[in-house]
């Protein structure tokens, strides 16, 4: 146990060296960045919090995590971000270090609060949780997004088909969504008319916003904007149609959750509702027997 108490120590001690000193150390700057640092320093004053400690240690952070992950893993990190809406513009060079951060922590302070006897396994387990803290937390704002895109989308289907009909046309009409509507379809919209304005085709910024919400109804609308564009249909009778699609579906899904509602509601009833009434109902019953069996 002893010896296990040492390499553990020896290991911690080593990773928050590297740590404090990846953090804390500057990188090397060549003269171009020296001469560029000391011509910006008289901004620092003016400076936001942002400015002069959010974003350098994100740049730390950004380093911690491309040191001890590959590329693919940051690659799919990243799309987990992408997907989560890039909350506080989360990338996954900086999850990745956040998830490495969090365990070192964690299990520092774990290590050195857990009595003895349970102080490694203690210190593992908890440094295996704030490994995971971070992506479980993005994962849940990605469904959230997807969740709330979901809830938008007959919105912005209404508020399109009433655009294009008063004579709107498409970029248009995704204008007046991008600022009626704030989430992800305002969001998703505003962002492929600005790639539609810097040069990008139509089709390729539809197909980032099926790219950044892979749910069904939206790729069914937006696939449905796309071949409209490509054959020439009116766009107006394609959202009426998507639209008339789109309500039928909710409820067919209302319905579904209707049906499965008694069967959700049948084991609470078991465990928690079922009890209570017995012993309401057979307590006094059960008293009655249990004193007139005493008497006899």
């Not at 299990?107 to 609060?113: G, H």
């Not at 479980?136 to 209404?158: C, F, S």
Request: glycine share 6%; with cysteine; net charge positive.
């Amino acid at each position: 146990m002893d010896l296990l108490v040492i390499v553990f120590i020896v290991m911690v001690i080593v990773l928050g060296v590297f740590l404090i000193l990846n953090v804390i150390s500057p990188e090397k700057e060549d003269s171009f960045d020296r001469a560029l640092r000391f011509a910006e320093e008289w901004d620092d004053e003016t400076a936001s919090f942002r400015e002069r400690v959010v974003d350098p240690l994100r740049a730390k952070i950004s380093r911690i995590g491309r040191f001890f992950f590959p590329q693919e893993a940051i690659a799919r990190m990243d799309r987990y971000c992408l997907l989560a809406g890039r909350p506080r513009g989360l990338r996954g060079e900086v999850l990745a270090g956040l998830k490495v951060s969090f365990a070192l922590i964690l299990a520092m302070v774990s290590f050195f609060l857990i009595p003895d006897p349970f102080r490694i396994s203690g210190a593992i387990i908890l440094g295996a949780l704030g490994y995971m803290i971070p992506g479980l937390w993005i994962t849940n704002k990605g469904k959230q997004r997807q969740v709330e895109a979901r809830n938008q989308l007959p919105d912005v289907m209404d508020l399109m088909v009433v655009s294009v009909e008063a004579g709107l046309g498409l970029d248009a009409a995704m204008s007046r969504v991008a600022d009626r509507l704030r989430g992800p379809m305002g969001e998703n919209f505003a962002r492929a008319l600005h790639e539609i304005s810097l040069g990008e085709s139509r089709q390729a910024a539809f197909r980032g916003i099926m790219e950044r919400l892979p749910i069904e109804e939206v790729r069914h609308f937006i696939a449905s904007l796309i071949q409209a564009e490509e054959l020439g249909v009116a766009v107006s009778e394609v959202l009426r149609s998507q639209a008339g699609t789109l309500k039928r579906l909710r409820r067919l899904k209302a319905e579904e959750h209707a049906r499965k509602a008694p069967i959700k509601i049948l084991f609470p009833m078991i465990l928690f509702i079922f009890p209570s009434l017995f012993v309401v109902i057979l307590g006094p019953a059960f008293l009655s027997i249990m004193e007139t069996l005493a008497k006899k």
